[in-house]
């Protein structure tokens, strides 16, 4: 095929969203110690094409997320597609964000990042990746020239990456590291310079795509149960009632997410918190007037079996809370067991029984 089809080719393939499930189950079933060449550690990614001419014609945007530290994207990158005209290959360029560390950056929207201007990025051409075409296995082969990326790390002095990927139309496989040259030695590398090997999941293709929707979206509609509140030594605070109504659209090519939660004793009147979102790199990001937080699958679990939460209380007054929620096979009951804590000390404990009572974000009155 010609370039400029192989650049359509090569964003098509490279948009939606990727995780390295399969791997890490295999690497757990697997068995024995643990290896960095065997990663067992779940990551997620999402790429998605942005409109900035700004930058280039074809232009795409990622992030990556380790079950090792969620609130991050270790690796966050905008890529400008484009022929090299001396080499006759589609040219890969990287761009890096300007301010703050080169990985384990916060989470940016793309809206945002399609925004930027060209001066918001570093440009380093050695560590541009050159695609080429392996017809034979239905794929392309990225990566860097041999000792082209190369820089001044401030502690290990001179330094050279390693960096090369295959696409496929429904995974891509990386490896990346870098090397010391004072010495040839190892500075960091991605499990043992091994492959990663990422799926394309359902529901991810395609600009501003989430990707499967994480098990906390996917538990629509409206639930009632008890909660039960404990001091930090296992004594029973109260019980009360709640319903909790979850609701999840697609508004702007994007998920939004909104939940509202009514508790308190039956003689009372009910408290309300509502908390609203957006979910993206496999995790609802959310907040209300007290805390701010997000949700995310459980690692190397069926992801309908639960998940783990974290809010960060506003007011310091207020503990942070590191819940864990369990599911049903069916769908129909879940189990909650929340962790209070302020300033690292545990405070008290709070365990909810549920059962859903209406689908799909409804009213309970319908």
């Known amino acids: 095929m010609d370039s400029p089809t192989q650049i359509e080719t090569i964003a098509a393939r490279w948009q939606g969203a990727f995780d ?12 024995g110690p643990a290896a960095p060449e065997l990663t067992r550690e779940l990551r997620t990614m999402a790429v998605e094409r942005l409109v900035a001419p700004q930058l280039g014609e074809v232009v795409v945007y990622f992030q990556e997320f380790r079950a090792s530290a969620p609130s991050l994207a270790h690796r966050q990158r905008v890529v400008v597609l484009r022929v090299d005209p001396e080499r006759g290959a589609v040219r890969a360029e990287q761009l890096f964000f300007r301010g703050g ?15 930027l201007e060209p001066e918001a990025f570093d440009r380093h051409p050695g560590c541009d990746l050159f695609f080429e075409a392996e017809p034979a296995f239905d794929r392309f082969r990225a990566r860097m020239d041999p000792g082209a990326c190369r820089y001044h790390h401030p502690v290990d002095g001179e330094v050279c990456a390693e960096f090369e990927m295959l696409l496929h139309p429904d995974q891509l496989w990386y490896r990346d590291r870098s090397l010391r040259l004072a010495d040839g030695s190892v500075r960091g590398e991605i499990d043992g310079f091994s492959w990663l090997l990422f799926d394309r999941v359902e529901g991810g293709d395609g600009p501003g795509a989430a990707g499967p929707l994480p098990a906390l979206a996917r538990q629509q509609g409206v639930w009632r149960g008890t909660w039960r509140r404990f001091d930090a030594e296992g004594g029973l605070l109260e019980t009360f009632p709640s319903t909790i109504t979850i609701r999840v659209v697609r508004q702007d090519g994007r998920w939004r997410y909104h939940q509202i939660n009514l ?14 979102g957006e979910i993206h790199s496999g995790r609802v990001w959310f907040s209300s007037d007290r805390y701010e937080g997000w949700a995310m699958d459980l690692p190397g679990e069926e992801s309908a079996s639960g998940g783990l939460l974290v809010m960060r209380a506003r007011d310091p007054a207020d503990p942070d809370v590191h819940e864990i929620i369990s599911c049903s096979p069916d769908g129909h009951r879940r189990w909650r067991v929340s962790q209070l804590l302020r300033q690292g000390r545990l405070i008290g404990r709070t365990v909810i029984d549920e059962e859903r009572v209406t689908g799909q974000g409804q009213s309970p009155d319908r």
Do not use: F, K, M, S
């Open 20 to 31: 390295n499930r399969r791997q890490v189950a295999a690497n757990v079933a697997r068995g």
């Open 263 to 276: 508790y308190g004793p039956e003689n009372a009147p009910a408290r309300r918190i509502e908390a609203h």
């Open 101 to 115: 560390p080169t990985y384990d950056r916060p989470p940016l929207a793309a809206d945002l990042v399609q925004a």
